[in-house]
């Protein structure tokens, strides 16, 4: 019998707890800082925006956390979810190496996100919350929030980064299905997103405009709280449910990866990932290479600075140490919005201060060339986001190709791009562009990093 090419687990082998990493590292993360004090945040400092449970999850050194039953009673829904062999593209490649990819495209919302929305709402929920705000970029975390709230009866507010919200009419009509209320950001409706408009009317909009707007909101309201898609620790602790059902996948095989490589904005696609392999590294049990891939258009991890700054525009959020273009970078309006963010996760910027992953950025034009390839070969259409992580694979497989080295490449495709075809017919037509990010620009928002 041929080896399989789709790896499935039932029901009965989604993890029952997430993984933590901060009890496996060799030195903790700096703190994330309160503006006004310069002094380590405390649980009661993030209580207007989080629950009590996120907020002890968000600081927590417990090294497994348990998954809730109605967490897993909806998770049920599209997880465990496929480890596919890429056999067609390694054949359109000509390369010895082996390539799976974790496929998470088939949840509700057509990505990874509601493995986190679905536990953020029911903690809300379980705490008497009546209503989330949220912002997004390409749509992908918007429309898992407004999924997942639905399943708990909870409303819910979203701030789309104005960029998307023209480009992606659809992802935002999937999040008013859900029962969501989507504004483009920056907004007329907040304080903040009025100081924008005033100074900039045409403003496309950033990430950290739209958390500014969602955090104002939140704030403003005793019933109402905020959700974050990435970048904190509980985000991608939720998150871990992808690697650690693809070790067991592998296992399967009798399979250990070589490399491992994620596409990152803010971090939780490739923590999700490669958290778990990163433990087994740690412990001696394996030895890949953890590869994160970021847009040249928004390069945090590469052509960031690793200082204190906001996690959004207005300055709202706590301080937290992390590479950063600076909290008033506003990006090119490239496809791949859910990668659009200034600044890194944390918790990643630390593990890639301690040398343990490598950073790599990719311009727009050859992911799109790598997700058409994608989806001549395996017939999966991939969103923007994840094509970062696929270029950095194909060329990982090419080299390979030209060595006669077996490598094992592993990486997860985090969405389906059914929303992003204008997208891909801009670059089958050759009218998408790539921008070339002047280090002026850069510069010029650090300038204003805090002085900490």
Not at 107 to 122: D, L, R
Not at 242 to 257: K, N, S, V
């Amino acid at each position: 019998m041929s080896e399989p090419t789709r790896i499935l687990l039932d029901e009965s082998r989604i993890p029952r707890n997430w993984y933590n990493i901060l009890p496996d590292l060799p030195a903790p993360p700096p703190p994330p800082l309160h503006p006004a004090t310069l002094e380590p945040v405390a649980p009661d400092d993030l209580a207007a925006l989080f629950p009590m449970e996120l907020i002890a999850q968000e600081m927590s050194e417990d090294r497994f956390v348990p998954v809730p039953e109605s967490v897993l009673d909806v998770y049920r829904l599209w997880r465990p979810t496929p480890l596919i062999r890429a056999r067609r593209l390694e054949k359109s490649l000509g390369t010895p190496a082996r390539i799976y990819y974790k496929y998470e495209g088939g949840s509700p919302s057509g990505s990874h996100k509601p493995n986190t929305a679905v536990p953020q709402a029911y903690y809300n929920a379980r705490e008497g919350v009546r209503r989330l705000t949220t912002e997004t970029g390409a749509g992908q975390w918007g429309s898992a929030l407004a999924f997942a709230c639905a399943q708990y009866g909870l409303a819910c507010e979203i701030w789309m980064v104005r960029a998307s919200y023209d480009q992606k009419p659809y992802r935002r009509s999937l999040m008013k299905v859900y029962g969501a209320t989507v504004h483009a950001s920056p907004s007329a409706v907040t304080t903040s997103g009025c100081r924008i408009l005033t100074d900039d009317p045409g403003c496309s909009g950033s990430l950290g405009i739209a958390i500014s707007e969602a955090v104002e909101a939140a704030g403003a309201a005793d019933d109402t709280r905020y959700a974050l898609g990435s970048v904190l620790n509980h985000v991608l602790l939720h998150q871990t449910v992808i690697g650690e059902e693809a070790l067991e996948q592998l296992a399967l095989l009798g399979e250990t990866p070589d490399v491992v490589v994620g596409c990152t904005g803010g971090g939780s696609n490739f923590a999700g990932l490669a958290f778990p392999f990163l433990r087994e590294r740690l412990a001696g049990r394996m030895d890949p290479v953890l590869r994160a891939v970021e847009p040249a258009a928004c390069p945090s991890f590469t052509r960031g600075t690793y200082a204190y700054d906001f996690g959004d525009t207005a300055g709202f959020t706590p301080l937290m140490k992390m590479h950063t273009l600076g909290h008033r970078f506003v990006p090119d309006p490239i496809h791949a919005g859910g990668l659009r963010y200034h600044g890194m996760s944390p918790l990643l910027s630390h593990i890639h201060e301690l040398g343990m992953i490598e950073a790599e950025a990719v311009s727009q034009s050859a992911c799109f060339e790598a997700g058409v390839r994608f989806a001549r070969t395996e017939g999966i259409l991939p969103a923007p986001e994840p094509s970062h992580a696929l270029a950095v694979t194909i060329a990982e497989a090419q080299r390979c190709a030209e060595s006669g080295e077996e490598k094992v490449i592993v990486t997860a495709l985090c969405g389906h791009g059914h929303f992003d075809l204008p997208a891909y017919e801009r670059h089958l037509a050759g009218r998408l562009e790539d921008f070339a990010l002047p280090q002026e620009r850069i510069d010029s928002a650090l300038a204003d990093l805090p002085g900490v």
